[in-house]
């Protein structure tokens, strides 16, 4: 994990830099859910991809913005996305 969130419902939602996931997980879970990047943790530059999903934030509606450093980028997940949108940042250093 390289970075945390709090999210609605007291949920947390935690980047993890090396499975190039956030997950959210709810108070009192025992396993967290897939909210930004590939189910199988492959990086890349599509928009269902993270490189390196650095810091992130959450709205009060449960969507995220993750900050993936390794596309330089920013991308916005809305709530159960299952792809992003570009909001800042080309891809290119």
């Known amino acids: 994990p390289i970075s945390i969130a709090l999210g609605p419902s007291n949920s947390l939602y935690i980047s993890d ?3 190039r996931q956030v997950r959210r997980w709810m108070p009192n879970a025992s396993n967290g859910t897939i909210v930004a990047g590939s189910i199988s943790g492959t990086g890349g530059t599509g928009l269902s991809q993270l490189w390196s999903p ?10 995220v913005y993750v900050a993936d450093r390794g596309n330089h980028r920013v991308v916005y997940w809305a709530r159960n996305a299952s792809s992003g ?3 800042a940042g080309n891809g290119m250093t």
């Open 54 to 63: 650095f810091g992130i934030t959450v709205d009060s509606n449960g969507s």
């Open 17 to 19: 830099l090396f499975s």
């Open 85 to 87: 949108i570009i909001v």
